[in-house]
């Protein structure tokens, strides 16, 4: 995903000046090429995310658009109230870009696990969250989020993530992509976290369960025509996102569904449960051991539906 | 002969204003029942000059690209701000009436939207770093705009203010210019005993800040660091004001009691006359 944002930064870049690129000392062999293309456009402001998020918020005080660019938690986290403040309450035109979404730092352990950002950005008035389910919807995701006059969050996974759309796809902030139809329930995905969730789906199809997934890549504005409609049709929701289930994708569809007076739907969540990792492994691994794997997504949807049947 | 009745008018014209200020500040406190007189005391006569002889703004033409920016990073001298805001213009002086209160426009921290507010300040650690954004988009536009940003020396605690005043010196932003209320007293005591700064000028001046000291009640040391920015070429520059929180009001000077409270109506019109002002 972080090749897509790059190449989609650039462009935006040859057609507005307004563009411009910080990041957090990090980058390596990533935003050379923006660097050397827009260097007035560009500046590596070292490790202070704080000074970072002020920066882009005077800038943009001064007409700019500025993208932040950072990994983990440090360009939310460890700025929130820079954030909050600085970019938010001026509704400033600022997108933070974090990189390593979930826990795609796997074994570089739970300080570099993002699994509260999307709870706590989709927290902030005026802020947009949008985490793209795969490369190409990152690439997309860049340009439209470029179009919003304030503030976006943007939550990329990594290097190399498989690309689930074989075409390119309606992108619309706010609007959730269906990637797959089906009746007998719907699984709801956020982020990278899509690709299981579509391989969870054509296993259920194997044993003649059709799901319908949507890729839900904007947490706020949330898209809850798009909810509604799945819980009317298939009658089962399931969300799916690499993150705590405290607040995040999964909370924002109960929301949904609690205030729609449609009290018949089976709903789970699935995600990363109020805690840290307390192992150490890569990303597949981790996932796996959250029922977040396409074996865990598969049982998780099979014994909701067998609840529900029963 | 001339330019010296020239200067001395000028000097108590500053004065007037840096009164006026003082005595908005107090009416809207005491109405308002709001906190923070001792810091508006400190930074007024910084703000009359400022906004009398030094900043290139006009309040019919509030967003000109090339205006100077001023921003308050100690957002929390709002009342001081919108007064001098007011008396140059930027909205009616009646709107100082409505300070705090509910249905207003003037919150009790200085917010962007307030006409001639440039942004909003008041979680402390902020303003050095919006302002180094404006100043490097002054830069790469190349566009002459200075800007001025008043920090608290009890906000110099926080880790963000030297983050930004290593980003200023190392960008070469010469058209940055900060000025520090040094008044000593920080909200929960003498910022000697909370968490000294000393030895401040040269703390800035190592980050590479070209630094003068001035007491920053004395109109002419004022005036004549702020007309001489930039210190040096291709160096943010750091006025270090002292200051004397509560300055003016005899018994409000130094007491960190005025940090908090308002003026009941005896402590009113006490202050008022100890400036020469009437209700
Ligand atoms: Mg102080």
Redesign the pocket.
């Known amino acids: 995903m972080r090749a897509a944002f790059i190449r989609s930064l650039i462009n935006l870049a040859r057609n507005d000046d307004r563009v411009f690129l910080l990041v957090g000392d990090v980058g390596y062999s990533l935003v050379e090429p923006f660097a050397e293309e827009f260097p007035a456009q560009f500046v590596n402001v070292g490790i202070a995310e704080q000074n970072m998020t002020g920066i882009a918020a005077g800038l943009a005080l001064c007409d700019k658009m500025v993208f932040i660019y950072s990994l983990a938690n440090f360009p939310t986290l460890r700025c929130f109230e820079q954030i909050r403040n600085d970019v938010c309450y001026h509704n400033a035109n600022v997108k933070i870009v974090s990189s390593g979404g979930g826990l795609a730092y796997g074994a570089l352990g739970a300080t570099h696990h993002v699994t509260e950002d999307l709870a706590i950005m989709r927290a902030l008035p005026n802020m947009t969250v949008i985490a793209p389910g795969d490369p190409v919807e990152a690439g997309l995701a860049t340009q439209a989020i470029a179009g919003l006059p304030g503030p976006g969050y943007l939550r990329l996974a990594k290097t190399g993530d498989p690309v689930v759309h074989q075409r390119t796809p309606n992108f619309q902030i706010g609007r959730a992509i269906t990637v797959r139809e089906g009746n007998d329930a719907t699984l709801i995905a956020t982020g990278g976290i899509l690709n299981n969730t579509v391989q969870a789906a054509e296993r259920l199809a194997q044993r003649g369960i059709q799901t319908r997934v949507l890729s839900m890549h904007t947490i706020k504005p949330l898209d809850i025509e798009s909810v509604l409609e799945s819980a009317r049709e298939t009658g089962a929701i399931i969300t799916i996102e690499e993150h705590s289930m405290i607040g995040g994708l999964g909370s924002a569809v109960a929301e949904v569904l609690a205030e729609s007076g449609n009290y018949r739907i089976a709903f789970k969540r699935i995600g990363i449960t109020d805690s840290f990792s307390s192992v150490v492994g890569s990303q597949e691994y981790l996932l796996k051991g959250l029922s977040l794997s396409v074996d865990g997504i598969t049982d998780a949807v099979q014994s909701l539906l067998d609840t529900k049947t029963h | 002969m001339d330019n010296m009745n020239c200067s001395d008018a000028r000097i108590a014209r500053y004065k007037a204003f840096a009164t006026q200020i003082r005595a908005h500040v107090l009416r809207m406190t005491h109405r308002a029942k709001s906190s923070h007189i001792g ?1 508006c005391f400190s930074i007024a006569d910084l703000l009359a000059v400022l906004y009398n002889g030094i900043l290139q703004v006009d309040h019919t033409q509030p967003n000109m690209p090339d205006r100077d920016r001023f921003i308050i990073s100690k957002g929390h001298v709002a009342a001081a701000v919108y007064a001098t805001l007011a008396e140059r213009g930027f909205f009616p002086l009646e709107w100082l009436d409505t300070f705090y209160q509910d249905g207003s426009h003037l919150p009790g921290h200085v917010t962007y939207g307030v006409p001639g507010a440039e942004a909003s300040t008041g979680s402390l650690g902020h303003g050095l770093s919006i302002s180094c954004g404006i100043a490097l988009a002054g830069k790469r536009d190349n566009r002459s705009y200075r800007v001025f940003t008043l920090l ?3 906000e110099c605690d926080e880790g963000s203010i030297w983050e930004a005043a290593l980003f200023a010196p190392h960008h070469h932003l010469d058209n940055l210019v900060a000025i520090i ?1 040094y ?4 909200s929960f005591g003498m ?1 000697k005993e909370v968490l000294d700064l000393d030895p401040l000028a040269e703390k800035w001046r190592a980050f590479g800040w070209a630094v003068k000291e001035i007491d920053g009640h004395d109109i002419n040391q004022i005036e004549n660091s702020l007309q001489n920015v930039p210190f040096e070429p291709e160096q943010p520059s750091c006025i270090i004001a002292h200051t004397i ?1 509560g300055k003016g009001i005899s018994f409000m000077e130094n007491q960190l009691a005025w940090h908090y409270r308002h003026p009941n109506d005896e402590e009113l019109q006490q202050a008022l006359a100890e400036l020469g002002v009437s209700e």
């Open positions: 810091g608290g020396d009890g209320d008044n000593k007293i920080q910022v929180k």
